[in-house]
């Protein structure tokens, strides 16, 4: 988002076209989102985990929020994705094909 919002503080300020503004936010994070989406099947989630499918359909859902809602809105709703996807992974804890048998010491 850091380059994003560069773009959209600059496009904002010199009147450029609010869509480049706020696609220039929502393009990278929707793409962070389906990145760690991509990640977690390749290591072995499920693609119908609900894990997987809520970072997809908020990628999807961030890039129509860029489409068609102004650049403020657009910030606020990537900055807020971003943050529930921390605190939901966080909450979440590993997954039971994440944990680890403790290895017994000597």
Known sequence: MGAG??????TV???GDVRVASMAVAVPAAGFLAGV???MTITGTSVRDRRVS???SGAALLLIVGLVLPVAVTVLACAAALALLATGMVLDGPSSHDRRPNAVSA
């Open 5 to 10: 919002l560069g773009v959209a503080a600059e």
């Open 13 to 15: 300020a010199h009147d």
């Open 54 to 56: 809520l970072k997809f």
């Open 37 to 39: 989406a991509v990640v």
